[in-house]
């Protein structure tokens, strides 16, 4: 794994949309962690380097659906919100699978299996912005591949061997924690800060920009 590094058209601090995960949703993110925490043990620590990998929270897990090109502070974040509302009005709960984690180039993630419903909403949710902002998301133009992410590499790391170890993290009765199906039902307009404010939790190890988000800004799908 390589050093995660957003690129220009994700630097914060930013308005980005999040459909919010329930329980079960982060208890199987929680269970991947703690895989990823026990390879960390068993891999040589270097003294001179932080930890390789950094496991978020698990309150910032999440999925996004699309960001605010703009810098935050020149949106107009309560028309923005309000037409969200409105435009996502009408939607129903979204059905999310969940599975497999997987390892890529640059974080460790939990797949999320994309379908006709979860394509609509991140679309609604891309037009909404579009009309209220002047311009597109940013990463307009790039796939969207929608997941959750569990961790994100801090320098260059060997992760040989975590793969299989993360398909095998053990289930909550017997055998290996499989694939789950849940249901996403609220969305959050949410301003992501590249540093946590003076009382956060999270410090800004990773070079992540969502180090803090504020979540009040919420539309439940019905």
Known sequence: MH?????????????VVHLLL???????????????????????????LT?????????????TLAAVAAPADTIDVEQLYAELTTNLADLPPVELDLGPPLVNDVAIELYIRPTAALASLHE?????IT??????PAGA???WRPHTALAYCRHDVDTHGLQPRLLRTPGPIGGFLEPVTVYGREVALVREETHAPVDGQCPDTAGRRFLWHDTTRRIQLR
């Open 3 to 15: 050093r995660f590094a957003p690129g220009d058209d994700y630097r914060g601090p930013l308005w």
């Open 131 to 136: 009309r209220t902002t002047g311009g597109p």
């Open 22 to 48: 329930p329980d079960l949703a982060l208890d199987l993110g929680d269970a991947y962690a703690d895989t990823v925490q026990t390879w960390l043990a068993s891999i040589p620590a270097n003294a001179s």
């Open 51 to 63: 930890p390789p990998v950094e496991v978020l929270d698990r309150r910032l897990r999440h999925l």
């Open 124 to 128: 609604r949710v891309s037009a909404t």
């Open 141 to 143: 133009g790039r796939a």
